[in-house]
């Protein structure tokens, strides 16, 4: 199971950190991510961290002002979110996937979902 938290609203420019906390299965042995799904479009990639911590992949609108990050010892992957702008407004959901699923942008290779945090970025 995994459960996003610290969505909110905050004014372009801030920022805002999410958390996913995991439980119920060995965090530690899964890649996990973060894909947003704005109002009236499909959800998208947005970050990936292997199991270990040591590679990233991030997507291109957000490379330089969103950091994803992970503490095993807590089941818990973070995305901190700087320098946020109104399109970065979304529900932001996590989600956790074998150990090469960071390498890879694509909804399918994850294969369990948060339910979602609103992200509300006002202009």
């Known amino acids: 199971q995994l459960q996003a938290s610290g969505g909110g609203l905050v004014q372009a420019g801030g920022s805002l950190r999410l958390s996913c906390a995991a439980s119920g299965r060995t965090f530690s042995a899964y890649a996990m991510g973060w894909f947003r799904q704005a109002p009236g479009k499909e959800r998208e990639f947005v970050a990936a961290?292997?199991?270990?911590?040591?590679?990233?992949n991030y997507a291109g609108s957000v490379k330089g002002r969103f950091t994803i990050s992970r503490d095993n010892a807590k089941n818990t992957v973070y995305l901190q979110m700087n320098s946020l702008k109104p399109e970065d407004t979304a529900v932001y959901y996590c989600?956790?996937?074998?150990?090469?699923?960071?390498?890879?942008?694509?909804?399918?290779?994850?294969?369990?979902w948060g339910q979602g945090t609103l992200v509300t970025v006002s202009s």
């Open positions: 989600a956790a996937g074998r150990p090469d699923s960071y390498l890879y942008t694509a909804e399918y290779i994850y294969d369990y």
């Open positions: 961290i292997s199991w270990s911590g040591s590679s990233t």
